[in-house]
């Protein structure tokens, strides 16, 4: 992938997370915040319930004290006669009903109003003889036999609920009982509430509340037909009821509601937090006009939602990565397997190519193998003709010397006839001796001729031509044996000098023979007609090699023949005489043994040839 897209594609990705992310958290805070309202809503509930209920257990405390006094027998005489000593007697009974009670005060009205009688009769700013007609419990109660109203007293200007009892009989109406209950002893049932609550009147005004400031607050603005009608009925003593200001910011279900609470006045020590989001839930209370409402505090249900987004956050986040190392796992194998895969193809190929190659060179070692064992019959042919010509070649020679050694077997055999002849003469005539003599003589003839052609016939095999180590003075020896005849006749002095004298060739013992009866003949030929014909063979050592040469005292070599020495047929003499083979051969064999051969002029006459050969190793290194 080229950079610039692999870049995009990055981009891409990371987008993509950092919605999922985002969606994540926010899907876990909207859960989490849903389920957590649901639960506060539980919650409050229960609370509004208790609230509600301990609420309205306080109410009923009091509720019938106003009633029970219409069984009072001095309290409905004194509504139908009022006389002062009846009046005062009612009196002390209510102060101290009054006092056991707790209440603020406790009073009688007669039928038009009037205060007949009060609990707190002694103090100067009692109720007796005021004119409470105007007050809406007095008149709820004629109404409706009672009359329960939250008020303001005119007296005092001290806050608190009127519970209010007609009393009568069979007669009618005569009057009303009141029982006034102040709001600390209300408020009592709530010493343990754990959360802000509140109770608003029938007009939306706030007579109870967890929060002090709360109180004689609106729940919403009044507007001034009504301010005008609690002025007259004095039912707040005018006090400036100001909005509380909840602002209400969500409906739920089951009639709660979510909604701010504004700071009111300076923060006082609470035990719980009165400003800002809260869960409103609202419930009538029973036997009462009133509601009473619970605030639930929603940053702990927000602070969690947070929490859990976060966490969920973190998740997804987790999630992602881990998808993405997985993601690049897969990738990284991927790319192994190609890797893998690319080897193996690479690998195969290379094994393709070897085994092609191994077929071609197998190809190639089956030609050259061929090619060589073709060189090798041609070789063997090659050596097989050579051996032939260097046959050939002995034979000739053998041919030559056929002559001399049928002359050299005639003497000999001319003797025994003569010997043999006179030895048995000898034994006739009884002379013993002699005969013997003559039998010895016998005996060494038959012995040198049985010399000669055991030589003749070793000389004629044909060798091998396998070097190993060849005593040169017995080759000399061998080849002169064979040539003795033609020597003899000729008158040829010899001369061998061999320094030292076992020196030792490393050659074929048959062929070296060979090719000195060539030189030896040679010369021989060279030297025929001569007076003084002499031969010098000598040999010697010249570090790993051995130098022998055949001087004749002969003509020497004509330039011709200088140049064309070794070419096969080459020859000066007669025909029948030479074939001109002989040194073409001898050259030959010695090349064989890793040897060379050449032929020149002494400068003091006659022709000379050099046998250069290699010297046999010693007998340890061999
Ligand atoms: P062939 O003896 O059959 O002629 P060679 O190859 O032995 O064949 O000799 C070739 C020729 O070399 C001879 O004909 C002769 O002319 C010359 N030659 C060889 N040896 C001698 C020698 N010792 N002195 C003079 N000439 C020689």
């Known amino acids: 992938m080229p950079p610039r897209q692999k870049l995009l594609h990055l981009c891409v990705l990371l987008l993509a997370f950092a919605g999922l992310i985002a969606g994540t958290s926010l899907l876990a805070y909207r859960l989490s915040l849903a389920m957590g309202l649901a639960e506060l809503q539980v919650t409050g509930r229960h609370r509004l319930d208790l609230y509600a209920s301990s609420l309205e257990r306080e109410i009923d405390k009091y509720a019938y004290f106003s009633t029970t006094l219409g069984l009072e027998r001095d309290v409905l005489q004194l509504l139908v006669s009022p006389q002062p000593?009846?009046?005062?007697?009612?009196?002390?009974?209510?102060?101290?009903?009054?006092?056991?009670?707790?209440?603020?005060?406790?009073?009688?009205?007669?039928?038009?109003?009037?205060?007949?009688?009060?609990?707190?009769?002694?103090?100067?700013?009692?109720?007796?003889?005021?004119?409470?007609?105007?007050?809406?419990?007095?008149?709820?109660?004629?109404?409706?036999?009672?009359?329960?109203?939250?008020?303001?007293?005119?007296?005092?200007?001290?806050?608190?609920?009127?519970?209010?009892s007609a009393l009568g009989g069979a007669q009618g109406t005569l009057g009303v009982a009141v029982v006034k209950v102040g709001l600390q002893q209300l408020e009592q049932s709530w010493a343990t509430v754990e959360a802000p609550a509140l109770v608003a009147d029938e007009n939306g005004v706030v007579i109870l509340?967890?929060?002090?400031?709360?109180?004689?607050?609106?729940?919403?603005?009044?507007?001034?037909?009504?301010?005008?009608?609690?002025?007259?009925?004095?039912?707040?003593?005018?006090?400036?009821?100001?909005?509380?200001?909840?602002?209400?910011?969500?409906?739920?279900?089951?009639?709660?509601?979510?909604?701010?609470?504004?700071?009111?006045?300076?923060?006082?020590?609470?035990?719980f937090p009165v400003a800002g989001k809260f869960l409103a839930q609202t419930q009538a209370l029973p036997g009462t006009?009133?509601?009473?409402?619970?605030?639930?505090?929603?940053?702990?249900?927000?602070?969690?939602?947070?929490?859990?987004?976060?966490?969920?956050?973190?998740?997804?986040?987790?999630?992602?990565?881990?998808?993405?190392?997985?993601?690049?796992?897969?990738?990284?194998?991927?790319?192994?397997?190609?890797?893998?895969?690319?080897l193996q193809q690479a690998h195969d190929e290379l094994e393709r190519k070897v085994a092609e190659r191994t077929a071609d060179l197998s190809a190639a070692n089956l030609q050259l193998q061929a090619e060589v064992a073709e060189r090798t019959r041609a070789e063997r042919t090659l050596?097989?003709?050579?051996?032939?010509?260097?046959?050939?070649?002995?034979?000739?020679?053998?041919?030559?010397?056929?002559?001399?050694?049928?002359?050299?077997?005639?003497?000999?055999?001319a003797a025994l006839r003569t010997l043999s002849g006179n030895a048995r003469k000898f034994l006739a005539r009884g002379d013993q001796p002699t005969a013997d003599g003559n039998l010895a003589r016998i005996a060494e003839l038959v012995d040198r001729m049985g010399r000669l052609t055991g030589q003749l016939k070793s000389f004629a095999r044909k060798s091998s031509g396998r070097p190993q180590a060849v005593p040169l003075r017995r080759a000399i020896d061998n080849a002169l044996f064979l040539l003795e005849p033609r020597c003899q006749r000729a008158g040829v002095v010899i001369?061998?000098?061999?320094?030292?004298?076992?020196?030792?060739?490393?050659?074929?013992?048959?062929?070296?023979?060979?090719?000195?009866?060539?030189?030896?003949?040679?010369?021989?030929?060279?030297?025929?007609?001569?007076?003084?014909?002499?031969?010098?063979?000598?040999?010697g050592q010249r570090g790993e090699r051995i130098e022998l040469q055949v001087r004749d005292r002969?003509?020497?070599?004509?330039?011709?023949?200088?140049?064309?020495?070794?070419?096969?047929?080459?020859?000066?003499?007669?025909?029948?005489?030479g074939l001109g083979l002989g040194l073409a051969i001898s050259a030959g064999i010695v090349a064989d043994f890793g040897g060379s051969l050449s032929g020149d002029n002494h400068p003091e006459g006659g022709a000379v040839f050099t046998l250069d050969l290699p010297i046999a190793p010693e007998p340890g290194h061999e």
């Open 85 to 164: 000593a009846l009046a005062d007697q009612v009196n002390r009974y209510l102060e101290q009903l009054n006092e056991r009670a707790g209440t603020l005060a406790i009073y009688v009205l007669d039928a038009r109003g009037l205060v007949v009688a009060s609990s707190n009769w002694r103090r100067p700013d009692s109720y007796l003889g005021e004119d409470l007609s105007f007050r809406p419990y007095f008149r709820q109660a004629l109404e409706t036999g009672s009359g329960r109203i939250f008020g303001i007293g005119t007296t005092r200007g001290e806050p608190g609920y009127y519970l209010a």
């Open 209 to 271: 509340a967890s929060v002090p400031d709360w109180k004689f607050t609106t729940l919403q603005p009044l507007d001034p037909a009504t301010r005008l009608a609690f002025d007259q009925t004095q039912q707040y003593n005018r006090r400036a009821l100001a909005p509380l200001g909840v602002v209400e910011l969500e409906r739920l279900e089951h009639g709660a509601r979510l909604v701010r609470l504004p700071r009111v006045g300076p923060e006082r020590v609470s035990m």
């Open 289 to 342: 006009p009133w509601n009473i409402t619970v605030f639930s505090q929603q940053e702990e249900v927000r602070g969690m939602a947070a929490s859990r987004a976060t966490l969920a956050g973190v998740g997804a986040a987790f999630l992602c990565i881990l998808a993405l190392m997985l993601n690049e796992r897969r990738r990284h194998l991927k790319d192994r397997l190609a890797a893998r895969e690319a």
């Open 383 to 413: 050596r097989a003709a050579q051996d032939e010509l260097v046959q050939a070649g002995k034979l000739a020679v053998i041919g030559q010397l056929a002559t001399g050694i049928a002359h050299e077997l005639n003497q000999p055999l």
């Open 495 to 539: 001369d061998i000098e061999l320094a030292p004298p076992e020196l030792q060739a490393w050659c074929d013992a048959n062929r070296l023979e060979q090719v000195l009866v060539n030189l030896v003949g040679n010369a021989l030929d060279a030297m025929a007609g001569q007076p003084t014909p002499r031969l010098d063979i000598s040999a």
């Open 554 to 577: 002969g003509p020497g070599l004509a330039d011709e023949a200088r140049s064309h020495l070794f070419e096969p047929f080459f020859t000066t003499k007669e025909a029948g005489s």
